[in-house]
């Protein structure tokens, strides 16, 4: 299983949770077999100065990723990752070590557009 975290630095499992999945400098890939850490990679997010609708999802999933964990991310990139196969959840924070275990544990799951995104659908 491949876990991608939003992150706001490129320090792997230490680094800080991006809290909007889309406007993050770098992601945090993670590798699980069998419940345990096999691999972490950090990548930069080459639209993170500036993305249309659909980019950064699109990078994500070439990155043959199964679980999108961040902060915050808008509806229309939580559909997306869905038609993907990728399960987006939101409600990340701390660091990326913190954030999978919690995730790991159930005690993170789900996946709620955030508030600016709210504001600009209606």
Do not use: W
Request: net charge negative; proline share 3%; with cysteine.
């Amino acid at each position: 299983m491949r876990i991608a975290v939003s992150a706001e630095d490129n320090q792997g499992l230490d680094s800080i949770v991006g809290n909007h999945f889309g406007r993050c400098p770098y992601f945090s890939l993670v590798d699980l077999e069998e419940g345990a850490i096999v691999a972490v990679e950090s990548i930069s997010n080459p639209f993170y100065e500036q993305h249309q609708v659909g980019q950064v999802p699109a990078f994500i999933h070439q990155h043959k990723v199964d679980i999108m964990l961040s902060g915050g991310m808008g509806r229309r990139a939580i559909g997306l990752f869905q038609d993907m196969g990728i399960q987006a959840v939101t409600g990340a924070s701390g660091t990326v070590r913190n954030a999978l275990e919690q995730y790991l544990k159930s005690v993170l799951g789900g996946a709620e557009p955030c508030q600016e995104s709210k504001k600009h659908a209606g």
